[in-house]
Each structure stands twice: as structure tokens, then as C-alpha cells.
């Protein structure tokens, strides 16, 4: 069980902010985080790292690694870090950026066989791809037999299908190494397929603490289906008014009514659903 | 011509690079820690260090050999410290000259390393102590192999830099052969003995190997140029 009590005061991009979060994991557990950048997920992960000061009381297990007495630093806490920029030791071929924090070859051997690395491991970092490097970057993570294993949206700067190799393979390490997991991010997809259970920061507090399920597959409304998107443009076809909405990847065209017209600009967030909707079985 | 170039007496070349080197080597076991701390601190006195740092580049040769003059001769408290304990003298010596290079050349060796520390992916470092790495483990093992043209720059511009010194070796060391007449103190005494010959063949070694120096300086870092001059 971890037990965490966080208290900071940040200089966000609204102002003065207080993170203030309080919550316990399950040992094992794959919890993800997201909220609106600025929320305060980045400064969560750096703190419970111990790359951060605050007032806070964090405790893994029986350890206390943070309380008002004490401060494990982020050497001595033993966890795994994956970051969004990969920051693999550029001057270190692969094998040696996994054995620099431990020299197990034994483990730096089988991760690697996990992941598919084992042909690369002696390329040096600049010479791999995004998807590669992140792999890499996730086993040397695992190179400490976390407890705890934190990242800060690990796979944003992939491309889908890279992303989705590497969430197969997140969650393959997370139950063999059975560590505790929290993940920055913002892919609804991605939640949903790796987490557990989701908190949901804003302006610093959480707003949300539930199952992806329960987070994400909203059931607002009587819509029998519904996508959040943005307005990219509204245009005038003859004599009708179309908003281009962007949904996911998907752009769609939306029939405006003169009264819609009149409510949306673009940037604007809005739901598109249907309530009259009859499937057809067949 | 061979028979020329085998009569000068290349003694103050020698003391001068002898000079260099030691000034150098020094500074850079100086400059390594001061310059991680300026680049990693977010102090409010980090700005006021790194004033003191570079007086040297903007004060007159002179003022700064004038200070160092007052403080070791043996009416400070300091040389007159080691001239009771250790029975030496800290002016006009050789050993005067090491101590006066090593403040004049201080910001050309602490200037680039700082830049390039700063230029260092900040996650990196910390994807190091995440690792269980200390501070000295992390700049020796990750930091320094990820900034060799920054590191590059900082020792040759030192060695080159003091090399180049005049004002400040003669306010301190004055020109004694063999112990403090470097080879720009020997160019300006052979100047003021009208001796141009000499003046000439010591001025044009000193541009070539100045050239020298700083071609292989810009040739290897503009593959992968990192950190930066400070002049």
C-alpha cells in the first residue's frame, strides 16, 4: 500500500496554485493520472520521485519515505522513471544505459529479449527511433525493481501504432515485475486499456477518482452516443451553415442550426451525439 | 635556415606553456565544481558569483595584477604566512605566476563548462540520481561524456588564454629568466631593446600557434557544437 499526502504551493500559468492531493494505491496497481496541463500531474510524479520539495507524507509499505521528519532522497527511493523526452545517457550504448543503474546482466539481458532490444544493444541512443528509445527508457526503469514505477506521458511523442505496441509492452513489465504504476496521460484509449483506476487532477486537487470505465465512458445527457470534439471551422455551404468539428483524428461535418450558428465559435469544445438514433439489426 | 631556427632560445615558449598547463589543469579541477554549482543552484547568489567570475575578463590586466601583487607580497597576512611556514615567497616567482593565472584565466575555463552543463537535458541528470547515482557519479559518468566540445573548449581557451597573458605576469612576475619571462614578457623586452628581429620571429610563433590552437577548437566542435565561447 502507498500512501500519499501531497502539499505545494506552485506558480502555475494562472498563478499562484496549491496542489493538495491525498490518496492510497493498492500495491500492484496501475492508477492513471490526467487532467488539463497545468494541473499539477508533472509536479505529483516529481514529488512522490523525491525531485521536488514539499509538505507531504508519503509512505511505501512500512517505509516512509517523506513526512514531516523525514526525507528519503530520490537515490535512496529506489523507483523507476520513464520520461516524456526518453532521456536515455546519450554517451552510453544500450546495454550500458540498463547496467549503469544496475549491474544485473542477467535482468538487463531478459528485459531486453522483452521489449525486442536485444539485437540494438549496442547501438548508442541517437541512432534509434522514438519507439525504440522509450523502450529502452522503460527498461532501464525496470533495471530497480521499482516498487514504484512513475510516468510522465510516456508514449505522447509516438505515433499510434508504436503507441499501442508500447502499451502492450507497459503493461506485460507492470505484471511481470509486479510494481505499482502511475502514468501521466491524457489518451482516453490508452487509460483505458492499461489503468485500473484513473484520478482526474484539476487546478491542483483531484476531481475524479473512479474506474476508466466510469471516467471515461461518460454516460451524461440521453444521447445514445456521443464524442467530445472542437470546432475547427464553420463554414457556409449554399445555403447552410457546417461546423468542421475535430473528434480524436477524425474531422467530421456537422448541419448547423441558425440558433447552433449563433452559439459556436471555433475552439470551442463541444459534444456531438444523436438522440433520435435507431439501430438497425439485420 | 634549420641552423636559424636551432639558435633561438625557446626558454620563454617553454616557460610559458609550462605556465599554461599548470594554470590550466588547475583551473579545470577548480572550475568543475563551481561551474556545476552555478548551472544546477537556483540561489539568489548565483548572479553575484558569476560577477566575481568574470571580473577578469573585463578589468584591466593590470588592476588584477596589482591586487594579487598586494595580497601575496610578504607585507599580506598571506605571504607572510608562507614565508614563515614554508620559507617561500609568493612574488616574483614562478609559483606567483601559477596563482595569477589562475584568477585571470578563471572565467575562460568556468564560463564554457557552466554552458555546457546547462546545455545538458535536465532529465538526464535527474534520470541519473533516479538510478541511485551521486552527484560526482552523475556529472563524471553522464554530464562530462555528453559535453566533450564544451569541456574541449573551456581547457584550450584556458591554456590559450594564458598563454596570451602580459600585464598581469609582468605586475607579479616581473621578468626574470628562466623563472618568469614568458614569451610575450620577451617580446615586449625585445621591443623596448629594439630588437625587432627577435621581436618578429617570437610574435609570428605566437600567431601561428595561436592559429593552431584555435582552428582544432572550431574544427572539432563544429561536428557537434555545444557550449560556448565566452570572449
Not at chain 1, 82 to 96: G, I, R
Not at chain 2, 14 to 40: D, E, H, R, V
Amino acid at each position: 500500500m502507498i500512501y500519499v499526502d501531497i502539499k505545494k504551493q506552485l506558480h502555475g500559468t494562472k498563478g499562484l496554485m496549491d496542489l493538495d492531493v491525498n490518496f492510497e494505491i493498492e500495491d500492484g496497481q496501475f492508477l492513471a493520472l490526467s487532467g488539463l496541463s497545468g494541473s499539477g500531474k508533472t509536479t505529483l510524479l516529481r514529488i512522490l520521485a523525491g525531485l521536488e520539495d514539499s509538505v507531504s507524507t508519503i509512505k511505501v509499505g512500512e517505509e516512509i519515505w517523506q513526512d514531516k521528519n523525514t526525507m528519503l532522497r530520490v537515490q535512496e527511493r529506489g523507483i523507476g522513471f520513464v520520461f516524456q523526452d526518453y532521456a536515455l545517457f546519450e554517451n552510453m550504448s544500450v546495454e550500458k544505459n540498463l547496467l549503469y543503474v544496475n549491474k544485473d546482466k542477467k535482468l538487463a539481458q531478459k528485459l531486453l529479449e522483452l521489449t525486442d532490444l536485444t539485437e540494438l544493444k549496442k547501438r548508442k541512443p541517437s541512432t534509434l527511433s522514438g519507439g525504440q528509445k522509450q523502450r529502452v527508457s522503460l527498461c532501464r526503469a525496470m533495471m530497480n525493481r521499482p516498487k514504484l514505477l512513475l510516468m510522465d506521458e510516456p508514449l505522447s511523442a509516438l505515433d499510434p501504432a508504436m503507441r499501442r505496441k508500447l502499451q502492450n509492452e507497459i503493461l506485460a513489465l507492470h505484471k511481470e515485475f509486479g510494481t505499482t504504476t502511475i502514468m501521466v496521460s491524457h489518451d482516453p484509449a490508452e487509460i483505458y486499456k492499461l489503468a485500473e483506476r484513473v484520478v482526474v487532477l484539476e487546478n491542483g486537487k483531484v476531481i475524479s477518482d473512479a474506474t476508466p470505465q466510469d471516467t471515461i465512458v461518460k454516460h451524461t445527457g440521453s444521447q445514445k452516443f456521443s464524442f467530445e470534439g472542437e470546432v475547427i471551422d464553420i463554414v457556409k455551404v449554399d445555403v447552410i451553415w457546417v461546423a468542421i468539428i475535430a473528434i480524436g483524428q477524425q474531422l467530421v461535418e456537422v448541419v448547423l442550426s441558425a440558433g447552433e450558428r449563433k452559439e459556436l465559435s471555433i475552439g470551442k469544445k463541444v459534444k456531438v451525439g444523436t438522440k433520435a438514433f435507431l439501430p438497425i439489426i439485420g | 635556415m634549420m641552423e636559424f631556427f636551432a639558435s633561438l632560445d625557446y626558454t620563454p615558449f617553454i616557460l610559458s606553456f609550462k605556465l599554461a598547463g599548470l594554470t590550466t589543469l588547475i583551473l579545470f579541477l577548480i572550475s568543475l565544481p563551481l561551474a556545476w554549482f552555478l548551472s544546477q543552484t537556483r540561489s539568489k547568489a548565483k548572479p553575484f558569483l558569476e560577477a566575481i567570475t568574470a571580473l577578469p575578463i573585463v578589468l584591466p590586466p593590470s588592476v588584477l595584477g596589482f591586487y594579487i601583487l598586494v595580497s601575496l607580497s610578504q607585507n599580506s597576512p598571506l605571504g607572510a604566512f608562507f614565508e614563515n611556514v614554508f620559507g617561500v615567497s609568493l612574488v616574483f616567482n614562478f609559483t606567483s605566476l601559477v596563482i595569477a593565472s589562475c584568477f585571470y584565466s578563471l572565467p575562460f575555463m568556468v564560463q564554457p563548462l557552466q554552458g555546457g552543463f546547462e546545455s545538458i537535458n535536465k532529465n538526464m541528470i535527474e534520470a541519473s540520481y533516479i538510478a541511485g547515482k551521486s552527484q560526482v557519479q552523475t556529472v563524471l559518468q553522464v554530464v562530462l561524456p555528453n559535453m566533450k566540445p564544451a569541456v574541449l573548449t573551456a581547457i584550450i581557451i584556458t591554456f590559450a588564454h594564458t598563454v596570451g597573458e602580459f600585464g598581469v605576469v609582468l605586475m607579479v612576475g616581473g621578468s626574470i629568466e628562466s623563472e618568469t619571462k614568458v614569451a610575450s614578457v620577451a617580446i615586449y623586452e625585445m621591443v623596448e631593446m629594439m630588437d625587432y628581429k627577435g621581436a618578429h620571429i617570437y610574435s609570428a610563433l605566437m600567431v601561428l600557434m595561436s592559429f593552431i590552437i584555435l582552428l582544432a577548437v572550431y574544427t572539432f566542435n563544429s561536428s557537434k557544437r555545444i557550449g560556448g565561447f565566452a570572449k
